[in-house]
């Protein structure tokens, strides 16, 4: 029995692989990576690798085994049709008679577009018979912390999101609530509501940014309209910034603040305040 993570060299996989590393011996580990040489420092740590692409169905024939657990990270080739790559996956796991697949999905409560590749992921997760557990991970403090350029040399951070707030966490947060169901029990057909324990706004954020940096930065809010030409105009494809000012709205209407417990209960421990975030970004 193994333990398989897909995307193992993204940014929230590699988080997984690390945390797995603690708890589980090497060998039972798999990563699923497209590019073998990126996954060489877990390959020299004991990592067992597989090579497969979610837009090369053929490529995951044979990869699961029964009584594996698997944890599939949801896509980011937005333009690349993200239910059918998944659905790959899934119907591969089906197969295998795998234990458990785990799906890296979104909050119940976020209606944006971006949202609909995760709802109809789940559909098909859950009408496979395949024993899955719902991992309805919110944003990441690192979807800001790690754009910090432009907010510090303009001396503003610019949303469309009003007074919305945010519940999020790090990445390494929702990567040990993954870690949490795969090496435990009792986790099968169960969806968990994942966000930080703190719900923040931007103007908090912006005050936070200040008190770090000792300069003055305030938070600027502008129409979604306007904030989609703002990404556009930096080099973001026009569908991606619709994706973002359509998540930036749904800041703006609560739909992205989780108060269940559930990210702290499954990890055992508080999560990342966004302060300490904040600083561990402007030290890198």
């Known amino acids: ?61 044979g990869l699961f085994a029964a009584g594996d657990r698997v944890l599939l990270v ?14 790959v996956v899934i119907d591969a796991a089906k197969k295998a008679g795998v234990a458990l697949l785990a799906y890296t999905s979104a ?40 754009q910090l350029a432009p907010v510090l040399e303009h001396g503003a951070v610019v949303q469309a999101a009003g007074e919305g707030r945010v519940s999020s966490a790090s990445r390494a947060d929702y990567a040990a609530a993954a870690v949490a169901v795969l090496t435990g029990e009792g986790h099968e057909n169960k969806a968990y509501e994942l966000g930080g324990d703190e719900a923040w706004s931007f103007a908090e954020y ?23 030409g703002i990404l556009t105009g930096a080099g973001v494809p026009a569908p991606l910034a619709e994706v973002f000012a359509g998540v930036d709205a749904a800041i703006e209407k609560g739909e992205l603040v989780v108060s269940t417990g559930d990210l702290s209960r499954l990890t055992g421990r508080p999560t990342t305040p966004l302060a300490e975030a904040v600083a561990a970004a402007l030290k890198g």
Do not use: C
Request: charged share 25%.
């Open 1 to 61: 029995m193994s333990i398989v993570v897909t995307g193992a060299t993204g940014h929230l996989g590699r988080h997984v692989v690390q945390q797995l590393l603690e708890k589980v011996p090497a060998d039972r580990i798999t990563a699923v990576v497209r590019d073998r040489d990126k996954a060489a420092d877990l390959a020299a740590r004991g990592v067992r690798l597989a090579v497969a692409d979610y837009n090369a169905p053929e490529t995951f024939d």
């Open 74 to 87: 949801s896509g980011n080739e937005f333009d690349k049709g993200r239910v059918g790559q998944h659905t």
């Open 107 to 146: 909050p119940s409560s976020l209606t944006a577009t971006l949202a609909d590749d995760h709802r109809a992921t789940e559909e098909a997760l859950v009408g496979s018979g395949v024993p899955y557990v719902l991992l309805r991970n919110g944003w990441y403090h690192e979807n800001y912390t790690e």
């Open 206 to 228: 912006a005050a936070e940014l200040s008190r770090q940096t000792g300069r003055e930065i305030a938070y600027t809010p502008v129409s979604t309209e306007a904030y989609t």
